[in-house]
């Protein structure tokens, strides 16, 4: 070409512009949150009730009942907010911009960076503050090792967003995104025991659990309360690999432009 002049952008300067990129789609998504805070107000007030009320009944139906009441709820609306990523990036194609944003010079990575991290940042503070609530008012003992429960923290988050990633480019309205979510959660984190500890579980639901990812979420912030890191290590691997999956197949769907707003 007759422009061409041969110039190339170091790695350096190229690092800069991925991050100068995705800084400004991640500030745009920050404002939106903050002026639509409702949905993540209602999954941090809910839990908080629902641990105050059944506490009474944790402590006496099973063995370290506050801890499981704490982490059971964290768990299961935590998963709710798998809608709160989905929209965030379902939204550009409902409003028919997710074109304009593929056909400039960000690649599906940086979009997806920039569309959820600042969710990323919400759902690490949800799943924060209620562990803080559980220890202040339900009475969950501190944690002796606060570094391996903000590493579980951040491993949960991260799987949570890849999936909400992963729904948000294979469906098609947010219709289908509430059903699959809110029905989704509700299983999978029941499934895994966090509404119902585990050993009151039917023998089959105590197997099937072990597919869902809600139970080894469970498995991990138990653990790293506990101060137990050889027992959060394998469900924290276990929920990455889930996590990369997902991640993956989100951006190819949407490098390949199977997601655009035209489909809608």
């Not at 509430?178 to 984190?189: E, F, K, N, R």
């Not at 197997?207 to 809600?214: K, L, Y």
Request: with cysteine; charged share 10%; proline share 5%.
């Amino acid at each position: 070409m007759l422009l061409d002049t041969g110039y190339r952008a170091g790695p350096i300067a190229t690092l800069r512009e991925s991050v100068y990129r995705i800084g400004a789609l991640a500030n745009h998504n920050t404002i939106i949150r903050l002026r639509d805070p409702g949905q993540m107000i209602s999954y941090l007030v809910m839990p908080m009730v629902l641990m105050l009320v059944l506490k009474p009944l944790y402590v006496r139906a099973v063995e370290g009942g506050t801890t499981k009441v704490v982490t059971g709820l964290l768990v299961m609306f935590s998963v709710f907010a798998i809608s709160i990523a989905g929209n965030a990036i379902l939204a550009e194609r409902t409003w028919k911009t997710w074109d304009r944003l593929r056909v400039s010079r960000a690649p599906a990575a940086e979009l997806l960076l920039g569309k959820t991290l600042p969710i990323y940042l919400v759902m690490i503070v949800q799943q924060a503050i209620l562990l803080g609530y559980g220890c202040l008012v339900i009475g969950l003992p501190i944690p002796s090792n606060i570094p391996l429960v903000l590493m579980s923290i951040l491993v949960w988050a991260f799987t949570l967003l890849a999936i909400g990633a992963l729904l948000a480019a294979i469906v098609r309205s947010h219709g289908e995104l509430s059903v699959i979510s809110d029905v989704g959660a509700l299983t999978l984190s029941s499934l895994g025991g966090a509404l119902v500890p585990l050993s009151l579980m039917p023998d089959w639901a105590q197997v099937a659990a072990h597919v869902s990812p809600g139970y080894w979420a469970l498995e991990m912030l138990q653990a790293a309360v506990a101060g137990d890191t050889a027992g959060t290590m394998l469900p924290a691997a276990i929920l990455l690999g889930i996590a990369l999956i997902a991640g993956v197949f989100a951006i190819r769907r949407l490098t390949r432009g199977w997601g655009r707003g035209g489909l809608l």
